[in-house]
């Protein structure tokens, strides 16, 4: 499908999503959510992909928040329609069965922070500037932000981000966890591809079921958490991977995984 304010390639077996509305600092209005949604999907049912990168393009932002211009106008009614589809945009990305990296090369505020804490990884350019700054427009993050900062900074965190909105560095992003690695803006996307290539390189079966039980487990209690983790302990005995990585490393050789 053709795209308006995305960019979506496949590279060996990595997808890249690149939202791209430079005039507005790549914000998210209806259509690029939509167009995200999409992506999502074509991602998600193709077998060549294996994991998806999601980026800002440019140089200034990642994603600056939902459109501004388009919500000023909204009513309850269509305020709870947007925030109810951004949440199931972003859903899908964290229930996506390939892991899902953001590179966030500039501003990830509202919106776009909250699109980045739905990835599994978060590595981000030395430029990169955080925030939910919602509460300055008299509103709140709609987009998951109250649920999912929370869960990744711890609530002390979360709640002082969140009632001043305060725009944080990569640096004190990497200090709190909100991100795991700072590079350069010149090597972010080298370094997520990097990430991908590592990833590709494991049992891509056994990537998914930790995925599965991670985020089972983060919402759950740890009893729930860790009977759903020995059942898919167990798949794994169920896979050739598994006996193709015990094999290997007992033979002293590099494994040869066949995503079966
Ligand atoms: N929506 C619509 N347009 C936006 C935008 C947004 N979120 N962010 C930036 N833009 C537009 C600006 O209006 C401006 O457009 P014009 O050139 O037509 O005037 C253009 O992008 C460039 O922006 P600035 O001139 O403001 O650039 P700057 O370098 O001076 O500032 C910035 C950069 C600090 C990111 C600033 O643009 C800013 O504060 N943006 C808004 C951030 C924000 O409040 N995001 C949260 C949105 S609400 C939300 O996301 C709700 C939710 O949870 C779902």
Redesign the pocket.
Known sequence: MEFKNIKLELNEGVSLIAIDRP???N?LNLETLKEIDQALEEVKENEEVKVVIITGAGEK?FV??????EMKDMNPLKAKEF?EF?QKVFRKIELMKKPVIAAVNG?A???GC?LAMACDIRIASHNAKFGQ??V??G?I???G?TQRLPRIVGVSKAKELIYTGDMIDAEEALRIGLVSKVVEQEKLLEEAYNIAKKIMSKGMIAVRLAKEAINIGINADIETGMSYEAKAFAVCFATEDQKEGMAAFLEKRAPKFVDK
């Open positions: 005039k507005s600092l914000a932002a600056a928040g939902a459109d501004i211009s925030a951004g501003y505020l509202g919106g909250e700054p919602e300055g427009l509103i993050p709609g987009f932000g």
